[in-house]
């Protein structure tokens, strides 16, 4: 439970004729983490077997089609694989003709659109008009001027002087076509340049403008419409083919997957050895498996020491957690900081006890710690895969905790459920007849009551943090103590890591003199200088400049108290304004729902973020800088989780 | 001589009022400036944070961490504020 499992180095030697039946028993049983054969002395990187060509093309095939039709993860009820691998052949070839035809009826839709979305795009221009566009080109004494002008130029007016032979046609847009005999070419053009004339070409096609807009548009409509119903039967298609294309595309990787295996493997011309590692407890049934397919014809060496004294290989181990299942889910917690080394401390556990006992004592509210459970409750069952299921199961034990400290506190969404007395007034509670009860005095002159008011014993409740920071950072240095004194012996264990409990116990014996409570300093003083003393020789003089750390450290724990606070102060804010406006009576008390509402939908929101990453800095920054290393290779065994598809 | 002992003891309430007044204020430059240094510090861990991690995804966790360790100093002073309200 505190240490990752255990590991044994694994060989397989064999003929190669016996290579596909020991790649079959190691894909199937899904434990050996396979090494990658690197090396060029006397054996080679082995071949894939053979069909891994035609595969590998099929499963380019499959990906693209399911990208064309748009096909992403789902979870399905898995298929029989037998019934898809009979069927696939043919059904990928008729799927591949459909999906070819759609997908270049699709193109040429497309391309009509462009098309008529150009054409209309340069008629619009020529739009008023009375001409056919065939009447704008092809005249040999004629020259026709086709463009845009200044706006209001009168060209009219500077025309008359030149001839009064000439036909002029303005169209809404401000266009004009303007025929004039070709003698008079050169002078119009200056008249022209002079109103900012601006050539437009006349498009290649005859008709009226306005008729020829009103045609294409209706044209446009229809392909559009094609293109609308090409999608919906593209949709069809996608929900039809879906569960096919992705059992189908698991299946191929899978077979590809086993295929390409020899490829990391060593080989010599007859032979073939695969190195890899195995978890202690899987071994017998793996090597009972391969003996049995094979006939006992593959050598299965293991190495006889365990790693535990292969120390020099220690970070090529692989590492997989060997947690009971209730901690599981908080191995995600761990990946993202690094998998623990192979002789580290595996603090999953700690993590597991600590981060929603910290979460909770920072929310402790009812009504949140109801609704949180509820959304994770309703999005365990929504959403699936391994990063929501941990994300949500974390979330859950954290609002469980959650929901003690809020009876512990008696709040409910920033309100107090119980009657209490404030600054010499009685405050009523939510709960009629339910009053605080006094139980002790803690310290200065707060008094410790149920349930308990956090914002009334600030003091007793900023010492009881440090508290647990100073047990929490402990059992964090007695990890460490444990973790060198494996990998470095005794006395750098004790140097290292016990002289910061010497530290501490030299602090508070000062503290303790400080306040009188033992007369002299000097204790105090001794044991805090044998602890320097002890640091420097274990960690060298830079040490020296940590021992502020530990009390940064310590004092960091009065977040529990703080960050709690504030996310109180904003509850208490949104219920003190949306109150404000429910005793305004009327329409005010619609706004003060509203207020109450997405106050507490923020507050929730919050409720996550906050006390979840505090929590986790706690682990992450206080807990594992005191034993921690992580960094370790992730365990990733040979074989395929299936989802789509069952043997 | 009535009229000066009313006067001093306006004068105290007044030094009273004042004194809570500057608990107020020193509070809030407690936290609020506390917070302006945790800002300052994370927004350049948080940016070279997400620099490194778009990189390696791996250093997620560890770029999360070096971007909250700033945080202490402005809880430090909420808490400080805190003491001196009460």
Same mark, same amino acid.
């Given at each position: 439970m505190l240490k990752p499992k255990q590991m044994r180095r694994v060989l397989f030697v064999g003929h190669k004729d016996h290579l596909e039946p020991t790649i079959e028993v190691l894909h199937d049983l899904h434990v050996v983490h396979i090494e990658e054969y690197t090396g060029e002395e006397y054996f080679s990187i082995g071949k894939p077997l053979a069909g891994v060509d035609q595969d590998s093309r099929m499963l380019l095939k499959l990906r693209s089609i399911a990208n064309f039709l748009?096909? %992403? %993860?789902?979870?399905?009820?898995?298929?029989? &694989?037998?019934?898809?691998s009979s069927e696939l052949g043919k059904k990928l070839d008729e799927l591949e003709s459909a999906v070819l035809e759609k997908l270049k009826r699709k193109s040429e839709i497309e391309a009509n659109i462009k098309d008529a979305e150009t054409n209309i795009h340069e008629i619009r221009v020529f739009s008023g008009i009375p001409l056919n566009?065939?009447?704008?080109? +092809?005249?040999?004494?004629?020259?026709?001027?086709?463009?845009? @002008?200044?706006?209001?130029? *009168? @060209?009219e007016a500077g025309l008359n002087p030149i001839t009064t032979d000439y036909q002029l046609y303005v169209g809404t847009t401000g266009t004009i076509v303007l025929f004039v005999p070709a003698k008079y070419t050169d002078e119009v053009a200056e008249l022209l340049n002079d109103a900012l004339f601006n050539e437009v070409n006349i498009p290649a096609m005859s008709g009226v403008p306005d008729e020829l807009l009103g045609e294409l548009k209706t044209r446009l409509d229809m392909f559009v419409k094609d293109l609308e119903s090409l999608s919906s039967e593209i949709n069809s298609m996608k929900a039809q083919y879906e569960e096919f294309i992705l059992a189908s595309e698991e299946l191929l990787s899978i077979d590809t997957q086993k295929k390409e295996a020899p490829l990391f493997f060593a080989t010599s011309e007859h032979a073939f050895i695969i190195n890899g590692w195995i978890p202690d407890d899987e071994f017998e049934t793996l090597e009972s498996r391969v003996k049995e397919a094979t006939g006992d014809r593959v050598h299965i060496a293991l190495h006889e020491e365990t790693v535990d004294e292969v120390a020099a290989d220690e970070t090529d181990v692989p590492i997989e957690y060997d947690n009971p299942k209730i901690v599981k889910p908080f191995e995600a917690v761990m990946n993202l900081y690094g998998r623990p080394k192979y002789h580290e401390i595996d603090p999953t556990t700690f993590v597991f006890i600590a981060f929603p006992l910290f979460y909770g004592? @920072?929310?402790?509210? @009812? +009504?949140? &710690? !109801?609704?949180?459970?509820?959304?994770?409750?309703?999005?365990?069952? %929504? !959403?699936?895969? *391994? +990063?929501?299921n941990s994300l949500f199961t974390v979330l859950i034990y954290c609002n469980i #905790?959650?929901?003690?400290?809020?009876?512990?506190?008696? *709040?409910?969404?920033?309100? =107090?459920? &119980?009657?209490? #007395? =404030?600054?010499?007034?009685?405050v009523a509670g939510l709960i009629p007849g339910w009053e605080t009860i006094e139980l002790m005095h803690g310290l200065g002159d707060e008094m410790i009551t149920y349930p308990v008011h956090r914002t009334h014993i600030i003091t007793t409740l900023l010492v009881l943090t440090l508290l647990i920071g100073v047990i929490h950072i402990n059992i964090g240095l007695t990890a460490g103590f444990r973790n060198v004194l494996v990998k470095h012996g005794m006395k750098a264990a004790i140097l290292e890591k016990i002289s910061w409990i010497v530290l501490q116990l030299g602090v508070f014996l000062l503290l303790l003199g400080m306040m009188g409570v033992v007369t002299s300093m000097l204790p105090g003083a001794v044991v805090f200088v044998l602890a320097v003393i002890m640091l420097v020789v274990g960690e060298g003089g830079t040490a020296i400049m940590e021992i502020p750390s530990i009390m940064s450290n310590v004092l960091s724990y009065s977040r529990l108290l703080a960050v709690g606070l504030s996310s109180i102060g904003i509850a208490t804010a949104i219920n003190t304004m949306s109150g404000m406006m429910f005793d305004s009576g009327g329409l005010f008390i619609v706004v003060a729902a509203i207020i109450f509402i997405f106050g507490h939908a923020l507050n929730t929101a919050l409720s996550v973020i906050a006390p979840g990453l505090h929590a986790l800095r706690l682990q992450y920054v206080e807990f594992f800088t005191k034993f921690y290393e992580g960094g370790g290779r992730i365990y990733d065994p040979f074989g395929y989780n299936r989802i789509y598809t069952e043997e | 001589m009535a009229i000066e002992l009313a006067l001093a003891g306006a004068d105290i309430d007044l030094i009273l009022a004042n004194q809570k007044g500057l608990i107020a204020i020193g509070a809030g430059l407690a936290v609020g400036l506390t917070g302006l240094g945790s800002a300052i510090a994370e927004k350049d861990i948080g940016s070279a944070a997400v620099g490194a991690f778009t990189e390696k995804e791996e250093l997620f966790g560890k770029g999360l961490i070096m971007t909250v360790i700033p945080e202490t100093i402005v809880i430090f002073g909420f808490v400080i504020a805190i003491m001196m309200i009460i």
């Open positions: 748009g096909i %992403k %993860k789902s979870y399905l009820e898995p298929t029989s &694989a037998e019934k898809i566009f065939d009447l704008c080109r +092809g005249y040999e004494t004629l020259h026709v001027f086709t463009g845009t @002008i200044k706006k209001g130029a *009168e @060209i004592m @920072i929310l402790g509210d @009812i +009504g949140y &710690a !109801l609704i949180l459970l509820g959304i994770s409750l309703y999005g365990i069952s %929504k !959403l699936h895969g *391994e +990063g929501w #905790v959650t929901l003690f400290f809020g009876i512990l506190y008696g *709040e409910f969404l920033g309100f =107090s459920l &119980a009657g209490h #007395v =404030s600054e010499g007034h009685h | -």
